[in-house]
């Protein structure tokens, strides 16, 4: 058995996050290969607190073009991925 990384606080407003935290977890979401699950053991951010950020972080086209992008991947979510 493996042992487990406590998964960080999820910071209470992305101010407080670094831009080089800020600007890794937009690569992270952008990229098809990197679950969210990822994102929250590294930043302590679950799925809906990474998509409220993306939303306040990018223009408003660019949001929707990455909501239509990750809607439904099984890729993004690791449960989705194991369960194939």
Request: proline share 6%; no cysteine.
């Amino acid at each position: 058995m493996t042992a487990t990384r406590p998964i960080p606080p999820a910071p209470a407003h992305h101010s407080e996050l670094s831009e080089g935290d800020r600007s890794r977890i937009i690569e992270m979401a952008w990229a098809d290969e990197i679950p969210f699950e990822a994102i929250r053991f590294q930043f302590g951010l679950d799925e809906s607190a990474v998509i409220r950020f993306m939303k306040r972080s990018l223009k408003a086209g660019s949001f929707r073009l990455w909501r239509r992008r990750v809607e439904g991947r099984s890729a993004k979510h690791e449960r989705r991925l194991r369960a194939r």
